[in-house]
């Protein structure tokens, strides 16, 4: 069923509530087949606009197309895309299997086939054994498996998933990730999964938008979304990221030479579409800074104040010449990092391609 | 076994025994305002009944709940069974069973009203619905008169906007005895569907339509089974006093079909057969009861449905 046409558009949406704008001015294509991922603080409109993908709210300006198709005041029941949600909402007055199959009967499907589906759900999500159970008497896991396998049953071109791990212990969301990621390659569901935590969306996404403030920022990726993030809210919100203050003072093709407030020159990478001019802010990933001696060529000088031991790395806390801390990160080895000593100056050079030049 | 732990023992078994004395005026209650008058009819019942009214005391005698089911003939002694009771049961039973209906099918979708009403508003609707408990139930019932009876506001109105020529007669027919019954107790089954309604969450009526449920659907699969225990409650408080009835079927009636209520009102009074009207309210009791074992296997099986 391949198409070329995306399974969701969203065109400038905009949905107010009273004065307040929850979405303000959305616009995305998600592609068929995608893994897509909304990821935002809490409060930024993720669950706005799944309710509005899903029909449960109308937008107050824009469209939303389903594979082409303007679905506008089409109510929930006719569209042809299921929700997993954020407190799971299982009927508690049926059975496991009853809500799964409920779905299917609402679609008028025979019985015959409503039950062969529930099975090969409960089998998807290795649930077999507790079929006839009450969902009260589940833990939170296996709501949530029961959860997923409701919504996928009546086999939807579009999954909505509204933070569905978020309510998961540590060990069992790590778990869940992975099924997830398994059931959207093995169903080709069109899967747009909404979830506050950087890592799952790094680790599970074809995609990831970007939100704040009702808006989407950046729509890329993971690598693009991590690498190349071109505005300071994307750096900030996803993994670690130093920032430096700076002037431009010269253009060449897709970077910039900046003259750093904490001394030095360094080529940053420009974002897409942008020609700043005057002040910039770069930024480098800690893990994309090496520690060099004081006597080596580098593009930062400074004090080192702080080693912090993590395990699989080390942070080093170093103080810039303008007072600005820098944080770079050394993975460790079996011989360590003994001999670094808070007090010592200590120079840092940049990995090729590291320093990149934030939109505003 | 040590001996402080035997102490220990002692001391709890006797504060056991003990114990109840604290719950004496709760008994002492209970004795008082349900025990005992229930004993008081129950003992009645037993009894021959007075020449005027009354029972003669301490005379055993089986003619009051002979008299609920079965009546000799007026010439021979040839017994027949009580039709003129039996019927009036019926009735009784139909009556409460249509109010019971009625009120359902205004209750519910009034109580669904106000739940969706924003929260702000919702109190000014609840004050709406039980504005008619604040009157005393017979000024109310002639309330309702003025409006059905044939020169009332209701066919006033409708005879005038040239709806009808004729007005309806409402007054003193079965169909006016049910809109009195229904207004009547409408609050006693908006109440409690409004109070399970208000904690619904809506949330799943959104699962439901999102899994393609359409708005009847929703309605009758998620939201109905949910404030199922609600919904009988609400029968059960609609029910029990409108089969005991009285005030509003005979008013509204004209008390040409009489309902148990007024028969039992009657036997205490220009019927002078105390035992016998004693008889027949445990006959009412004992229906009573057998709606609530209904509604207690109900509300059971509610419980282990989920769990
Ligand atoms: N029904 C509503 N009425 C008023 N404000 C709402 C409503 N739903 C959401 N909002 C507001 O819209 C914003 C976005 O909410 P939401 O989409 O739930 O965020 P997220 O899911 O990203 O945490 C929040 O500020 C929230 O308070
Ligand atoms: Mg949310």
Redesign the interface.
């Given at each position: 069923m391949f198409s070329a046409l995306p399974a969701i558009e969203v065109r400038d949406v905009v949905k107010s509530f009273g004065d307040a704008r929850a979405l303000d001015g959305v616009s995305v294509r998600i592609k068929e087949n995608e893994f897509f991922t909304l990821l935002g603080p809490s409060g930024c409109g993720k669950t706005t606009l799944l309710r509005l993908i899903?029909?449960?709210d109308y937008p107050t300006s824009g469209e939303i197309c389903l594979h082409g198709k303007d679905i506008a005041g089409m109510?929930?029941?006719a569209r042809p895309?299921?929700?997993v949600?954020q407190?799971y909402?299982l009927?508690?007055?049926m059975t496991v299997a009853q809500n799964i199959g409920?779905?299917l009967e609402?679609?008028g499907k025979p019985r015959s086939e409503i039950a062969a589906r529930v099975d090969q759900m409960l089998a998807l999500v290795r649930m077999e054994t507790l079929r006839s159970r009450?969902t009260?008497?589940l833990s939170g896991g296996q709501q949530q498996r029961v959860a997923l396998a409701?919504?996928l049953a009546?086999q939807p071109r579009v999954l909505l998933l509204d933070e569905p791990l978020s309510a998961l212990d540590y060990k069992l969301r790590k778990e869940m990730q992975g099924e997830l990621k398994r059931l959207q390659t093995e169903t080709g569901i069109t899967f747009i999964f909404v979830t506050h935590d950087q890592e799952e969306a790094l680790t599970m996404s074809d995609r990831i938008a970007v939100m704040s403030g009702g808006r989407i920022l950046q729509v890329g990726n993971p690598r693009d979304i991590y690498d190349n993030p071109q505005e300071r809210f994307v750096a900030d919100f996803i993994g670690e990221v130093n920032f430096l203050a700076g002037q431009v003072i010269g253009i060449d093709g897709r970077t910039a030479r900046v003259r750093l407030a904490a001394g030095g020159e360094v080529v940053a990478g420009l974002p897409e579409g942008a020609t700043p001019v005057g002040r910039a802010t770069v930024i480098v990933r800690p893990e994309h800074a090496e520690l060099r001696g004081p006597t080596e060529q580098a593009d930062l000088r400074g004090r080192l104040e702080q080693v912090v031991y993590f395990g699989t790395d080390t942070h080093l806390h170093v103080r810039l010449a303008d007072q600005s801390e820098f944080v770079l990160r050394q993975q460790n080895s079996p011989r360590g990092t003994a001999d670094l000593q808070p007090g010592a100056e200590v120079a840092i050079a940049f990995k090729p391609g590291a320093a990149r030049v934030l939109k505003d | 076994m040590s001996q402080a732990q035997e102490i220990a023992e002692e001391m709890a078994r006797r504060s056991v025994r003990t114990r109840w004395w604290l719950s004496a005026p709760a008994l002492a209650v209970v004795f008082l305002f349900a025990i005992a008058p229930l004993a008081v009819i129950v003992l009645y019942s037993f009894m021959a009944k007075g020449d005027y009214g009354d029972v003669k005391y301490w005379q055993f005698s089986l003619d009051g709940w002979f008299s609920v089911f079965f009546e000799r003939g007026l010439f021979d002694d040839s017994i027949g069974i009580a039709q003129a009771h039996v019927s009036i049961l019926w009735r009784s039973v139909k009556l409460a069973l249509i109010t019971t209906v009625v009120t359902l099918l205004i209750g519910f979708p009034t109580a669904y009203f106000i739940a969706i009403r924003p929260p702000s508003q919702r109190d000014f609707w609840l004050f709406l619905i039980t504005i008619p408990f604040w009157t005393n139930l017979l000024i109310r019932t002639f309330a309702i008169q003025e409006v059905f009876r044939n020169e009332g506001v209701l066919n006033t109105v409708l005879m005038w906007s040239g709806l009808i020529r004729e007005p309806l007669k409402i007054m003193f027919t079965d169909l006016g005895i049910f809109l009195g019954m229904a207004y009547v107790y409408l609050p006693l089954m908006v109440l409690p569907i409004y109070a399970s309604l208000e904690k619904f969450d809506f949330r799943f009526a959104e699962a439901a339509s999102d899994l393609y449920a359409n708005n009847r659907n929703v309605l009758w699969r998620i939201i109905i089974p949910m404030t199922r225990p609600a919904i009988i409650a609400g029968c059960i408080l609609v029910f029990i006093p409108a089969l005991g009835a009285y005030v509003t079927p005979r008013l509204l009636g004209g008390g040409k079909n009489l309902m148990l209520g007024n028969l039992i009102e009657l036997q205490f009074g220009q019927g002078r057969n105390w035992p016998l009207g004693a008889a027949l309210s445990l006959t009412l009791t004992g229906v009573v009861m057998l709606a609530l074992l209904v509604y207690v296997r109900a509300a059971s099986k509610e419980g282990r449905s989920h769990g």
């Open positions: 899903a029909g449960f109510p929930p029941f895309v299921n929700t949600f407190n909402a009927f508690p007055h409920f779905g609402m679609q009450r009260s008497q409701r919504a009546p | -």
